[in-house]
């Protein structure tokens, strides 16, 4: 079963910055496209930054974060970041990794998640 392992959460003040991580463990011989997401307190859970198989590394961002958050990944670590800079109040939330797989065996496919890492902005 493939997992991931969220770190990099805390508590920030308005303005700064915070590194998240999300590692893959147990990965089979499959593709993988990265995705953080997000959810605040009585909110739906929302895409904040994808990025694409390690073969094609696209990102895409939603609107709120554009310019402010960077999602990156190390190959050699199977390590997924997220860079987030001039962090706002509305940033607060439990952020989540999920890990969608691809590939040509017959065993690539399905989505996991990690248990999520919080972030709190203050003003």
């Known amino acids: 079963q493939v997992q991931l392992a969220e770190s990099g959460g805390g508590s920030v003040e308005s303005g700064g910055s915070l590194r998240l991580s999300c590692a893959l463990s147990?990965?089979?011989?499959?593709?993988?496209?990265m995705s953080w997401f997000r959810q605040a307190s009585g909110k739906e859970r929302e895409l904040v930054a994808v990025?694409?198989?390690?073969?094609?590394?696209?990102?895409r961002y939603a609107d709120s974060v554009k310019g402010r958050f960077t999602i990156s990944r190390d190959k050699a670590k199977k390590t997924v970041y997220l860079q987030m800079n001039t962090l706002k109040t509305e940033d607060t939330a439990m952020y989540y990794c999920?890990?969608?797989?691809?590939?040509?065996?017959?065993?690539?496919?399905?989505?996991?998640w990690g248990q999520g890492t919080q972030v709190n902005v203050s003003s």
């Open positions: 999920k890990a969608r797989e691809y590939g040509t065996l017959s065993f690539c496919g399905g989505d996991y």
């Open positions: 147990k990965y089979r011989t499959c593709g993988y496209e």
């Open positions: 990025i694409g198989r390690e073969d094609e590394d696209n990102t």
